[in-house]
């Protein structure tokens, strides 16, 4: 067979020609990869697995309660339960070029990685490796933010691995915003201090809205070691770490090189500071309404209380021992109580300084005149022309005396009010009852105290009862605010109640009082003034009072011991009224009252109606005793004149005493005049109760009240 006809060979299979070791080795080669493989995905599995499970599970950190003034300024800040300042804060509440020097420093890919930075853990790993030592960390800002949440040490391994899982399941779980926001409120800045604005103020005294290149830089660098870096134990330390920030920022276009080195020569602060312990008193009582709330945010100006507080405490050396002082400062249009200093200094035992005295209970001597004043000039009673009788004198029983026992004699209603006569008070407030004082000091939002009287008494007046400057100063607020009662508020963020038109006094009565003191000598138009105030002293001289008011603010003043003790000497217009004018001096310029409303009676003497010429004991002197009385109908009396039968019957109204000529009125309208007679008729259509007066030729009066059918 020739060689063209012999058969073809068969093709060999690929693996002919390997011998059965080498098919083994390639078979347990493939199983290998394929464990691997199956390894590599339960792993994959596994950590994906571990991964979702914390996703969802983020540590709320507790922060601390944070009572801030109207403009977000921060006034007090109360430690959360661990003891730790910290404050909450958001990245718009702080400087944007410290945000960026801290990325910058700590992740400059934050904003692409997905929590865990590979690159930074190749070459912190190949650093650390080289050196011998770590050289830089490779931890991202979120791994840092997820060991602070868990507060779980960065020494080993497993640490390490246990925060990138972490930190994986924390960038699911949240936005990057929001991660920054947590890094904010919980990086650790030396000793109890957590957050950048906790450390902010504590360091440098100020909220970290706007901060220095040296600030930013000191901020960003303490977090990594806040117990080595902390400034006030070494300085050196610390700015040796700080100028290494600026040094990388200006290397990296972050800081021009002469602001690098003007940062770099600033000083790094020795000393940690206080933070703010503004309006102290009134945020512990709100805090104590309301434990659960985080943020208060007050009515109060914080400059303004500063320069209180700060004033309170340098008068507080110059007063006698034990003896302390609160003020109160309101706009009277809102109510709005712009500050508060319960004591000089909160932390002065001496003193008492934790007890809040501007909510104590106390004798408020002669500051309640002013309201009684009103009340008689809203009825009728008098007016500030009126003569009254400054004399020693009787009151069922009661026979008050005037503070310095002298007597005035026969003076004008203004004159008694301006020199604080007791006598003149004490008539006028039995002519208008006291529980009617009572009734109004209520509307105007005070909460009298009458110890266990059930009626108040006469002596009310001329401070017989607890009330506290609080009270006194919502008493005044209602007397500037045109007669309108204006509560008092100091949490700016509280529902409203909705508004109740209370009146306190009628708008003519409370400018007669605000003219009368702001020291007017007579009743006339226009402004009366500044400043309208009236001071009061305690009896034994345990407290001194000033209330005052411009058209805009009114400011109230105590003095005494906390304890009630006597204060020698401790009189309201030489202690209260000297501090009344300071405050009033930091409050800046003065507003003017304002002038009268409509309705107001600009006469005095013989052009005064005749029944408010004299009034009280004034017009008893001049008629020498003989005042008219109503002997028909009589008071409280109950009169038929067939009223419902179609065919009435005349009233004849009776007088005694008095002299004539008599005019009679009912219900306010003359319905009889210059009556030479002591009798007259009237011609009643209805039935009910009418109220029956009549006036002598001199102005004395009586009245009385009776129900006709």
């Known amino acids: 067979m020739s060689a063209s006809s012999a058969p073809a060979a068969e093709p060999k299979p690929a693996l002919t020609g390997l011998g059965p070791r080498r098919l083994r080795r390639l078979f347990a080669a493939a199983l290998v990869l394929v464990c691997a493989a199956v390894l590599c995905g339960a792993v994959l599995f596994g950590l994906n697995a571990a991964i979702e499970a914390r996703v969802g599970v983020v540590p709320e950190p507790e922060v601390a309660t944070v009572v801030d003034d109207r403009d977000g300024h921060l006034l007090r800040a109360f430690a959360s339960a661990d003891g730790r300042w910290r404050l ?170 002469p602001e690098a080195e003007r940062a770099r020569a600033e000083p790094v602060p020795r000393r940690r500071r206080e933070l703010p312990m503004l309006a102290a008193h009134a945020a512990q009582r709100l805090v104590d309404a309301a434990p659960t709330r985080k943020r208060f945010r007050l009515t109060v100006d914080a400059g303004l209380q500063q320069r209180l507080e700060d004033y309170a405490r340098e008068k507080a050396t110059h007063l006698g021992e034990h003896v302390s002082l609160a003020l109160l400062v309101a706009d009277h249009a809102t109510g709005a109580i712009l500050a508060s200093v319960g004591s000089p200094d909160l932390f002065d035992a001496e003193r008492q300084g934790h007890v809040d005295l501007t909510e104590a209970l106390r004798s408020p001597g002669s500051t309640l005149k002013p309201l009684i004043y009103g009340l008689a000039f809203e009825r009728g009673v008098a007016h500030p022309e009126s003569l009254v009788d400054d004399r020693p004198a009787d009151f069922a029983g009661y026979t008050p005396q005037n503070f310095d026992h002298v007597y005035e004699g026969v003076i004008t209603a203004r004159r008694a009010l301006q020199l604080s006569r007791n006598l003149p008070a004490v008539e ?224 004849f109204l009776k007088v005694r005493n008095g002299r004539p000529p008599f005019t009679w009125y009912v219900d306010g309208a003359p319905v009889a005049r210059n009556e030479l007679r002591h009798q007259a008729v009237w011609h009643p259509i209805e039935p009910g109760f009418v109220t029956i007066s009549v006036v002598d030729a001199t102005g004395a009066a009586s009245r009385s009240r009776v129900f006709l059918q």
């Open 428 to 651: 006028l407030l039995s002519a208008v009852g006291p529980s009617r004082l009572v009734q109004r000091m209520r509307r105007a939002g005070a909460h009298p105290e009458l110890g266990n009287r059930s009626l108040p008494g006469l002596a009310i007046g001329l401070g017989g009862l607890g009330l506290s400057l609080h009270d006194l100063v919502g008493i005044y607020a209602a007397i500037a605010n045109e007669g309108r009662a204006v509560p008092l508020r100091i949490d700016a963020d509280a529902a409203p109640d909705k508004p109740k038109a209370l009146r306190v006094l009628s708008p003519q009565a409370a400018w007669y009082v605000s003219s009368i003191l702001s020291g007017a000598t007579a009743t006339v138009k226009g402004s009366p003034g500044e400043v309208a105030y009236k001071t009061g002293t305690s009896y034994g001289y345990r407290d001194a009072w000033t209330i005052g008011f411009d058209g805009q603010h009114v400011v109230g003043v105590w003095l005494g011991r906390p304890d009630g003790a006597t204060v020698p000497g401790l009189v309201g217009q030489d202690s209260a009224v000297p501090v009344m004018r300071d405050v009033f001096a930091r409050l800046g310029p003065l507003t003017r009252l304002p002038g009268p409303p409509p309705g107001i009676l600009a006469a005095a003497g013989d052009g005064l109606p005749p029944p408010l010429r004299r009034i009280g004991a004034a017009a008893a002197l001049k008629r020498g005793g003989l005042v008219p009385e109503i002997t028909f109908p009589i008071d409280a009396s109950r009169v038929e004149l067939g009223l419902d039968s179609g065919a009435p019957s005349d009233l």
């Open 88 to 257: 909450d804060v958001q990245r718009s509440e702080v400087d944007p070029r410290f945000l960026q020097m801290l990325l910058a420093w700590e992740d400059r890919r934050f904003w692409t990685h997905g929590g865990v930075d590979g690159r930074a853990l190749v070459r912190a790993a190949w650093q650390a490796l080289t050196h011998g030592h770590i050289v830089s960390g490779g931890s991202t800002l979120t791994m840092q933010v997820a060991r602070m949440l868990r507060g779980s040490p960065n020494d080993s391994l497993a640490d390490k691995a246990d925060q990138i899982l972490d930190a994986v399941a924390l960038e699911r779980t949240l936005p990057k915003t929001a991660i920054v926001d947590l890094y904010l409120k919980i990086a650790p800045y030396g000793g109890n201090l957590e957050g950048v604005r906790a450390a902010a103020l504590a360091w440098f005294g100020k909220e970290p809205k706007r901060l220095t290149a040296a600030e930013a830089a000191l901020l960003v660098v303490l977090p990594q070691s806040p117990e080595r870096f902390r400034p006030d134990r070494f300085p050196a330390r610390a700015k040796t770490a700080r100028d290494r920030v600026l040094t990388r920022m200006q290397h990296l276009g972050l800081l021009a090189a």
